[in-house]
Each structure stands twice: as C-alpha cells, then as structure tokens.
C-alpha cells in the first residue's frame, strides 16, 4: 500500500507557532521576523528539492536562497492564491529548471559518473551498501531529463499533488502523470540490482 | 548496469507486460491502493514482477524523503544566509506621527504593526495577521497624530467573537498608549479566520468596527458580522466633531 | 570650517549624542539596495553618501537651518515617545554645540523604524 499523502512539515500548527497564512500576512506588511520563520521552516524541504534537481548542494543553497529574495521582494502582490508552500516550491521548481536547462548542452551523459553497485552489493557493511544505493538512486535521478525530475521528485518527496506540480512546472496534469511514469520506469530499472 | 535509457516524453507510455496489462495501469493501482482488490494483478506473475519492482523503488524513496525532509536544526545557517539578504530590504511602510502635529516625531508603519500584534498574540487563543495603521483622518485636525488600524486576527471557535474583538481592541489602544505614545482614533478588528480544536481554519470572516474609548456595545448583524456598516464605521470620537 | 565640514560634525556629534539616549538600541544605517542580477552576490556598500550611519544634516536653502534627520531602533520596554523626545533633546544639544555658537537654526526630525 502506498504511504498515505501526509501532512508537509510546514502545516503543522502547533500552539506556539502561527500558521503559514498568518506569517505571510505578517510579512507582506514588511515583518522580517515573520519571514525568517517561514524560511525556517520551509527552507529544508526546498533545499532538499533544489538539491534533488541541480545534484549539487551549494547550487542548491545559492538557488534557493535567490527564491526566497525572490519571494521577500514579490510578497506584497501574493494575495494568498495558493499556500505559500505551494508558492514557494513553484519559485524554486522554476529556477532549478531554468539553470537545468540552461546547462545542459555542456553536460553529456558521459558526465555522469556510473554508479558502483555490483562490488557493494555483496558488502557486508549494511551502511555502506545503502548509502551506495543511495547514491545510485541519486544517480538515476539525475539520468531525467529536468522536466521529468521536477515532476518525479515533487511527487514521491515532496507530496506535492497533480495539480500543483502541473503549475510548478507549467504543464498540464496528464503531462505530469506521463513524466512520473516514465521517471518511475528509468528508476525501477535502475535500481533492480539493489533489490 | 545498463538501463541508463530514460525514455523521452510521450514515448513509451503504452508500454504492456506480456499479460496485456499496460505498465502503467499496474503502477496506478498500487498507487491508488487497488491493486490488492484486483484478482489479475494478485495472481499474473508478470504484473506481480510489475508491482514488486515499484515496491523495492518505493523502499529506497522512503530512505530518500526521510534524509530529505529533516526539518532545519538550531540555529540554523541557511536562514541566517537568507535573512542576510532579506534584511537589506526593508519594506517599513510610511511612517506616522508621533506626539504632537508640531514635534517632528514618527515611527515607521511596520514598527507600530509589529507592537500591535504582539500585543494581540498575548491574548490567549488569539493571533493577529495583517495590520494596517494609517494617519487618522480627524488627526490632522485636532492637531495631532492619531491613527487608524486596521486588524485581522483569527481565534479559536469556542470564544465569543464580540468578545475577542473587544478584548483585541483594548490591547492595542493600550500597548499604542503605554508602549509607543501613539494616539489611536479607531481601531477595526477583523476576525478573519476562526479555528476549531484541530487547527482548521473555517474562512468565515467577522468584523468589528469601533473607536476606544466610547464604550459602544455594537451590535450584532447578521452572519456573524459586528459593527454596522462595514469596517468603516467606527464611531466619531469625541472631540473630532465633523468638518 | 566650510559647510561640508560643518556637517560631518554635526552628524558625528548628533550620532554620538544620539546613542547614548537611554530606550536607543541603535541608530538606523540607510541600506544599501540588493543588486537585482539574480545570483547570491550583493555589494554590501555603505549607504550612498551617508557617512555617519543614522544620520543626515542638510544645510536649508536659507542658508540658515540645518536640518537633522535621526533614525532610531528602539528597545521595547522604552515608550517610542519619550525616546524620540529624548533623542530628539540631545540632538538638539550636540547640533549646536557642533555649530559653535553660530546662529544657525536647528530642526531635527527623529524617526523610530524598528522596536527591537
């Protein structure tokens, strides 16, 4: 059975901590505070995207870091349409493609480095061999094409619905479940020795 | 390992196991949990093959969404990186007077709001969200710098709204008196959002218009709507008598 | 001195006398703006022409009053009023005494753009 859709970290409300449509009223009206918490709070899920989609952590950083200065400069025009999480993930999405796509001329599938899997498969370090399928997962990742990625990634870590990431990535929801599909496919294949 | 083929878009999508059955259709039902209830996939070895590829995926995404999902730690660089940033532009709104016409003397919108809303998040089951404070328009008049502020909060359900818009309004004329000097005209409470015991926010919106100090009781409207005509209608107060 | 001389003391002494008002976390350095070119980088440049953060002195075009603007953070727990006030008074005071018994005028604008 499949994980049910949980509830994304931010959402949680707890006695002390306003919620996120609170702090986007707060910080509209130009309280920083109010701000830093939502970054705060939202900062590592975005993080883990941008670094699912640009494979590289200090990219990753810069990109998202430049969508929350970003988000700071646009808030007063964001009348709360949607959650400012969807928001956000639409923000940093967009960015990481755009770099994506504007690097990807320059980098070959030669450069991506091939995964180690037989020899760690019969390791008997556990730890070892699950952080080398780990990064074989990552390597995987990395074979889809942006677009594919974004929409993967969002999905099976992030929760996001068909319908927001058919607005983060700025395709329709059958293109979505297409390129979920196909990601799914390359990763099963993938990841088969690791079973 | 070979497999490094992704398939590009709108190929491939009618990819069918050797039973018939489309790949794909396999995979949404394991994702919409129906594949159990469905006697072909339990018993066709090439869908069963079909959904226990997805499964062994689906453990090492498990793995994946746990490391990265782990929220921010204390303190936290990143932020600190952000708010670097962030804080080099100041969105402070206009500033307002403070004391009297003549004295030269302000304070910018953002600082009274943020004194506001702490004033009001000390209420209990009370938080404040959006708060405009402008110059009064009988302000001017009277010769000194009183405001006008306008206030959302959201509260729990089982409090008396006319209540908390009371009690709300009380703890910004005082904290505007005590902590900033500022003179408040009226005060508008908008009860934006009421949560129940689980947090869920109903979108029902109240409002409540009144002026301290005149110790109006407003009363009630329909749906659940305080204060006469709208927000804008806090009574004169007294001493700013009409043009 | 020339004016310009005239206004760096100003600013200095304001600046100083300003900061030891009781309720004044500190003064309010105008920002320097983000450079909009997308990336991380940003110039963190002292504000254009301000040399004493917090304060600005102009002298008036009557040639007469020099104008003295303060930008205050505040301590929560200190009535903005009173410190403005306060600040203000010392102002005022150093402004002067950085005139040297010239009969210049002094208008000082005091503005509190935080509550910390």
Known sequence: MRREATQPAGRERQDDAPDDALLVARAREGDQDAFEDLVHRHGPALLGLATRMLGDRAEAEDAVQDAFVNAWRRLPEFRGQAAFRTWMYRIVTNRCLNQLRARRPATGLEAVPEPAAPEYQASPERLAESNAAMRALAEAVSDLSPEQRACWVLRELHDLSYDEIAQAVGVGRQAVRGRIFRARRHLTTAMEAWR | MNGRQVPPDGTGDDEALPCGTPLRAVWEAYDAGTAAQDPHLGTCPHCTAALHELTVLDGFVERARSADRSPAVDPDPFTTRVMELVRLEVRSGPALPLGGAEEDLWIVEAAVAKAFRAAVDALPGVRAGSCRVRPADSGAEAGGGSVRVDLEVVTSLERNLQEVAEAVRHRVVDSAHRALGLEVDAVDVTVADVLDDSGQAHGTTFSYAAAPGTGTAPGHGSGGRFGGPGTGGGPVPEGGTGR | ?116
């Open chain 3, 1 to 116: 001195m020339t004016p310009h001389d005239t206004r760096q003391e100003i600013e200095r002494t304001v600046a100083a006398a300003a900061g030891r008002v009781p309720g004044v976390a500190s003064l309010s350095p105008r920002l320097p703006r983000l450079l909009r070119d997308g990336t991380a980088r940003f110039v963190r440049a002292a504000g254009r022409g301000e040399q004493v953060p917090g304060v600005h002195a102009r002298l008036d075009t009557d040639r007469h009053t020099w104008h003295v603007e303060v930008k205050v953070t505040t301590l929560s727990g200190h009535r903005a009023l009173d410190v403005t006030r306060a600040v203000r008074a010392a102002a005022d005071g150093a402004a002067h005494a950085a005139l040297h018994g010239a009969r210049d005028a002094v208008a000082v604008t005091v503005t509190v753009t935080a509550v910390v």
